[in-house]
């Protein structure tokens, strides 16, 4: 992560100025709030604001006039419930703010989830910084021979060095050449003042996708949730997956009833088909169920004994 | 606007409790926290949380590090600039939530605004007030002739009177009879013993349009200017326009450049189509137009007279 | 269900008209088109236009340059892949259409769906028929004492009748009240030509709850089958779930590999949590789980039992 | 637009296969259907399938039973009182669903539109083909001096070749590497089989904005004429308009009546503030208004003199 002093001073500031509200307030996130937590090698992601609390999604299911909450013991149960029972109304009267800062190609996968508030940097009207997403070695893996959109073994040292001077030098040279289109020094000036400046909105085509783009994307709970379960999972690229992670974080400072919910019941919970219930109840019987007569595919067959932990 | 002395206290209460915090705070917004603007003879409006003010939006399309803001003025500039070229996206990145107690007739239009959060008190699992929206007799009026979704002259005494004798006594009448089949008391007890109450889903079914119900509704600001520019126009019913109006007054005090350019550029803007422009052009070069050589019918000629402040 | 002749005979003319399209059309679901089919008393659920099929999901699930099927086994190994893995993206590129009369309070919960486009017949602008739901008696239930928002025992002959007066009077005599106010006969003349009719924007107002609405409903297969895991479920109101289940037999037609898909993965599915699977593995090792040593609260591990099928 | 083979088969055999519906079929529109329509140098829109007409508008808006349609004349009178006065939920109940072949950045501008259904071409799971975008040298132009986010001056023939030449050459080159780093051949198996290829999820960062992806958008007709009315409009990109362009033949060929009053009453109108609306006035007055007593900034002075036609 490379923020320049500036962006540190504003940050600073942004965090010593306080005031008082009558509005739900977290400690815990208030000691996170506008920080940069780095991701990648350039990428962080910062709260810059919130609204709610674990209170506030009681209060909502209750339609209360004041906080809504009751015993904390109660207010646990009823968010688990709500969790449980997929009533997501209440978790949407929740919301917060990221600053992300991101490689395109990740991005293009993230703004794919539509329910969301969203203002990217702009290329067509600034100038892009020279910062590109360079995988670390051990994050540089062979396609998967069984999943067609994974990863498998992981390169050999001498693999790796070659695709990191690919990506690397393919990164510098079409930056170097879009900033030789773009023809401006820092203050807006040209460099060869005897030739013009491409437009900012053609000459950012040729950057490559693992250049760094940033954003301000503010969205409810709920939807964060789902985003979260989709992209924290094992199944998601690495490089959106981080992102995640360092947003779980902030939502187990943010709102912890919610967060265990979340936990126990979406994201380590399972689903099972009405063929693979049948078999469950089957096995718990005591029989002993083979694939051909489970009435299960082999692909779901193998599903199955994934879930339940065993073998093959 | 009637609400009880728990009520009253579980707000106090809330209003009460203060933290500190580094989000964005706005004084004069906070003042305002928790407490019910009354609206129509039971309702009301509170804003019970918000986030962002003025300056996130500025933040936002500045995709800025700290708060975004330089002076006033220029912040001002953009965000008249933002509102008036139509950047919706950061007008989105401030949330407000509010809790609303209205007719149900009146959530009905209200709902239809999509692009909100909300969680209604549930008649299903809960019993409604004994609370039913009377029209003032200034407000009884006949039917449009000119407009068919519209109120024309009002009524006079003796026909307002009738009318609300009917509305009266049909919203007791049928409440009365939606407790008879309920058959509980406060404490949930049967206050026939003799006899089962109807399911608190069946029920319900019995009460007139005019029964007042609750939500919490929380939306972005540009949907809720949205919102606002539909519902306080003059063409919206009285009902829900008296809703938008108090709304209108915790947007001033929440962003008040956003709140003055929404006023400007917005509420007291006009669209004039093609035809409509060419016509106002040949006005401004001194030529006499007349509608059968204006391009436009009847109809749009009158409103453009109208936009104009001419008589027809 | 109430259709008048001219109704009737429109919809025979739109069912006569045909045209020749190059566009994926079902020949099942063509027969079902523009019929009205019978919900409730008064109530009817009928299509009125489609895009797309079995085919149209597998068709952007590839993003093909032709229809984009291969074999229908190999195009039903991948609808049922996309729905076991909640891909939803390529469901959503199916869209119906349909016509629904329903009584106000069913329309209530239904609006709540916000990924729909949604036109409603207006009593702001036209008069409503007179028409209400009335349950069967076998549909007047008790409220159930387990569950604060379901119905328990049916209602005894005598309390059934009595239940059914109170709601057909106070129907029949707020609708009269409301005719009353409005003062029009069906030419728009007024019936009293020596009072004002009260306008049609607050006559509504007096109308009860289980008056009868109509509104063209469009949506997508995805959000479609989201609506209808809702609320064909045995937990909705009996009220909604006789529209769902009547459309349940409308995308039957419509998209069969996506419905099979559908029943068995979705509908038929149950969710384990983390807690819940753990017991499921440690029952399947033949290990006696009781509940004290499961991890699972007491009404957890009756929701358990209940999915495994087990006495208590 | 560069179609192989097969694909034009595939095009041709969706062509053919006809059917009959009793769905509202668009003639005009039939004869596009699943033609490519070039756009840029590799890039096409077809229309792959299509729900509702100009009468479907007319239908939603009454609430018919049948098509819902009068005369042509009363159809069109209301369908531009709906446009004019921006009743946006009868133009929902019309769908499109376009498959577009797009310059990655294009796609980035375009999927901000987040009303709209989507499945795009997955690079994690296949290989994109060895095309990128390449201004003709008249759409190379420098930056605009005066808008910060447009073009300027053409670039002359030397300047605009310069840039070509590196366009292309960074394309070539990052293409070539993608593909060495993927090492897959046509049928999957390694082109170099002693060393692994690059998972696809990651080699495809190396690819430059101006790559070719494609995918299937869907949207309602009140969506599209919004993106429409942003994206062909003057300010926006060339590179985007040109799609927006292409769009909307299709739309003035599937429903007229919409279309034309879309241009009447949205494309071609402008909107005044309050400010410059009284200025107007007071020039129809025959005043000669200037700049300084005008309340109107600069800027907003010149915007209005613009939209009047007169000289600055």
Chains 1, 2, 3, 4 share one sequence.
Not at 271 to 276: I, V
Request: hydrophobic share 40%.
């Amino acid at each position: 992560m490379t923020l320049n002093e500036q962006q540190l001073a504003e940050i600073a500031a942004a965090r010593a100025q306080t005031a008082t509200t009558s509005r739900p307030t977290v400690p815990a996130l208030e000691t996170l709030l506008f920080e940069a937590m780095p991701v990648l090698d350039h990428g962080f992601v910062r709260v810059v604001d919130y609204m709610g609390d674990d209170a506030a999604i009681v209060q909502a299911a209750r339609v209360s006039y004041g906080r809504g909450t009751r015993r904390v013991q109660e207010d646990a149960g009823l968010i688990r419930y709500l969790m449980r029972h997929r009533h997501s109304t209440p978790f949407e009267m929740c919301e917060i703010k990221y600053h992300v800062k991101l490689p395109i190609f990740v991005a293009r996968q993230w703004i794919r989830h539509r329910t969301a508030n969203v203002n990217e940097y702009s290329a067509r009207y600034s100038i892009l910084d020279r910062e590109f997403y360079l995988p670390a070695p051990q994050h540089l893996a062979a396609q998967s021979v069984s999943n067609r959109q994974g990863r498998g073994e992981v390169l050999g040292t001498e693999d790796a060095a070659r695709v990191l001077d690919l990506l690397r030098g393919d990164a510098m040279q079409t930056y170097d050449h879009y900033a030789e289109m773009l023809n401006e020094d820092e203050s807006g000036a040209p460099r060869d003042p005897d030739r013009p400046g491409l437009a900012r909105e053609l000459a950012r085509m040729n950057l490559t996708l693992n250049t760094y783009t940033q954003w301000y994307w503010k969205t409810d709970l709920h939807n964060l949730l789902h985003f979260l379960s989709l992209r924290a999972d094992a199944h998601a690229q690495y490089e959106i997956r981080v992102y995640a992670e360092a947003m779980m974080q902030t939502v187990a400072a943010w709102v912890p009833l919610a967060y265990q919910a979340f936990r126990d019941y979406r994201l380590g919970a399972v689903t099972l088909s009405a063929q693979m219930l049948d078999v469950v109840r089957r096995m718990i019987s005591g029989e002993a169920v083979v694939q051909p007569d489970s009435g299960l595919s082999k692909r779901e067959w193998t599903e199955l004994l994934g879930v339940l932990g065993r073998e093959a």
